[in-house]
Nanobody
Framework: QVQLVESGGGVVQAGGSLRLSCAAS????????VGWFRQTPGKEREFVGT????????YVAVSVQGRFTISKDNAKNTVYLQMNSLKPEDTALYFC???????????????????WGQGTQVTVSS
């Protein structure tokens, strides 16, 4: 069982930066891949990026490449989403999710993940 808590959201002007954190409970976090997703009202939850259990492999969606990076610190049971050059269209509720990592590659679908946090709101003003 893994419990996830996101933090770091807020209101920022376009062009600014935020760093989201996803803190996990449990001593086996190093076995889990973690993904970030985002959702706006009336739309499907959208894949943002993922990191492997070790933190050595990362992938972010094309829409955020060059602006967002993901990192994982297993010693702190935390995954980070660094968001730079934010745009108004990045405004959303951001979720992190986790699943045991069996080396199946980059997991980009909501259905791939077992555990979810409650989300943190990011608002980018123009």
């Amino acid at each position: 069982q893994v419990q996830l808590v996101e933090s770091g959201g807020g209101v920022v002007q376009a062009g600014g930066s935020l760093r989201l954190s996803c803190a996990a409970s449990g001593r086996t976090f190093s076995r889990y891949a973690v993904g970030w997703f985002r959702q706006t009202p009336g739309k499907e939850r959208e894949f943002v990026g993922t990191v492997s259990k070790s933190g050595s492999l990362t992938y972010v969606a094309v829409s955020v490449q060059g602006r967002f990076t993901i990192s994982k610190d297993n010693a702190k049971n935390t995954v980070y989403l660094q968001m730079n050059s934010l745009k108004p269209e990045d405004t959303a509720l951001y979720f992190c999710a986790a699943v045991e990592d069996y080396g199946l590659g980059y997991l980009q679908s909501r259905e791939d993940y077992t555990y979810w946090g409650q989300g943190t709101q990011v608002t980018v003003s123009s």
